[in-house]
């Protein structure tokens, strides 16, 4: 299985190639040459299955030969053992034809944790046989540099650095990122916004001399290994539903479009999806590009369900490319146009995602509303981007199809909405009960990239 550039212009890489890279060097987005296909009776195989079984079937062919079976299923097994669920990904009934896949039993208490538990013990086991060490550097707003340091905290070869802005995220992800006291997790606080951090990351990634020199490389949601990932609960879900012989549609609360993108793999791997639908939040990007054509980017309006908050859908780049063709050109040319604000979707190309993809926006009003209503008649208690897909799900579902929206957080990781719509204020789960009496650890730093860059530096010395 070989890995191309959404762009044309970077080398075919193997899988491990292209997770420990990150970024093509062209710019672009690594995404398999081929999908491999399951049979109707290859997911009909996967009924009674745990979730480490069907994650092994699911992901195996996208693999290659870097990472023997036997390796492979210890590294999914060590993945998933620190899930405080034993389905990892269980299912709840919300209503006639409406499930919840709650997501959010892992360490971080969101679904990147599927995604970053698994890839960090793919790191550190390709590392250990290669002889290397990396440099991670994220950029978060919030939860996927909490997942990342979970992930990555405590291994040999990997220094982790995530850089968030001061102030700007909430106090559980905070302590999830600065409580860790392993000597290779470095919290850094910077001062300004996410685009501040997200700037700098990015303009480290573009110092070649500073890129090679620390080794650096990126976990952020680009990396093809998350989206593969996060294939896996598509199919669990969908085979308990009764796949492959019922069709079944997914609702996935959306902002950078790593999650939902899983489910369209899912779904050209064989697995009978009728519907995917992006349900955003006031931040509507996606769903105005995929009602009218045009992707243009605006300011970013904080909202109560932060993690979907963006401008730029980066892996949307992704669904672009299959929609245009695979003509890597065109979407370089898009790229391009984007840089100066946006582009116009062609007819045909939009027409090539419509065949898959329905959009919905959520005022933060209705997101309240739905934390509330949720509570009181479905008996569930929503994090405010779960609400977000709850109310779009509970909208666009058919009676013929189930609905699975995803939930992608727990409620407690945002306490304050919940608390706000509910007045109900939920508890952290007992294993994580002592978080807000553990020490923190974290270095406040300037908006610099030359501070930044001998920061990071004088610590790998160490
Ligand atoms: C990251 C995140 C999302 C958005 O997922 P994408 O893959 O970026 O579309 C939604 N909800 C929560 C809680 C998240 O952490």
């Known amino acids: 299985m070989r890995y191309i550039s959404t762009r044309g212009q970077a080398p075919a890489l193997t899988f491990e190639e292209a997770m420990l890279s990150g970024l093509a060097r062209d710019g672009g987005l690594y995404v398999p040459e081929t999908i491999p296909r399951m049979s109707g009776d290859d997911i009909r195989a996967l009924h009674g299955l745990s979730y480490e079984e069907t994650a092994f079937r699911v992901m195996r062919p996208f693999v290659g ?125 910077l001062d300004g916004h996410f685009d501040d951090c997200q700037a700098r990351l990015k303009d480290m990634f573009n110092h070649f001399e500073f890129r090679d020199s620390v080794r650096l490389a990126g976990v952020n949601s680009i990396n093809w290994a998350r989206v593969l990932a996060q294939v896996v609960y598509y199919f669990s879900a969908a085979v308990s539903l009764g796949a492959p012989d019922r069709k079944v549609s997914f609702t996935v609360p959306t902002g950078n479009f790593g999650d939902i993108f899983a489910g369209y793999i899912a779904k050209k791997m064989g697995l009978p999806i009728d519907r995917l639908v992006v349900a955003t939040n006031q931040n509507d990007i996606l769903h105005r590009c995929l009602s009218t054509g045009d992707y243009k980017t605006s300011e970013v309006h904080p909202s109560i369900s932060p993690s979907m908050d963006i401008q730029v859908s980066s892996n949307f780049e992704r669904a672009l490319f299959d929609a245009y063709g695979r003509d890597g050109a065109a979407v370089a040319q898009l790229m391009d146009e984007l840089k100066a604000g946006g582009f116009k979707v062609s007819q045909g190309a939009l027409e090539a995602l419509r065949e898959h993809f329905d959009s919905a926006r959520v005022s933060e009003e209705d997101t309240l509303d739905t934390i509330r209503t949720a509570h009181a008649t479905m008996g569930e208690l929503l994090c405010p981007h779960s609400a977000v897909g709850v109310r779009v799900g509970e909208a666009q579902r058919d009676p013929a199809t189930p609905m699975v929206t995803l939930a992608t957080a727990h409620p407690a990781k945002f306490p304050d909405a919940v608390e706000k719509a509910s007045g109900i204020r939920p508890p952290l789960p007992n294993r994580m009960a002592d978080l807000y009496e553990r020490p923190e650890r974290v270095t406040r730093v300037r908006n610099d990239l030359a501070a930044l860059e001998t920061l990071i530096q004088e610590r790998i010395a160490k």
Do not use: C, W
């Open 65 to 189: 030969d870097g990472f023997t079976d036997e390796v492979f299923a210890d590294l999914i097994a060590k993945a998933y053992a620190g899930f405080g669920h034993g389905a990892r990904a269980p299912m709840v009934q919300l209503a006639p034809g409406h499930f919840l896949l709650e997501l959010f039993h892992g360490p971080t208490l969101a679904f990147k944790d599927f995604a970053m538990q698994l890839i960090g013990q793919l790191f550190q086991e390709a590392l250990e046989r290669r002889g290397e060490r990396v440099t991670i550097v994220g950029a978060t707003s919030g939860d996927t540099g909490s997942a990342a340091i979970e992930a990555f905290k405590g291994l040999d070869n990997v220094d982790v650095f995530i850089l968030f802005p001061h102030g700007r995220v909430s106090e559980v992800q905070r302590r999830q990122m600065t409580t860790p006291a392993e000597a290779n997790v470095h919290a850094l606080a």
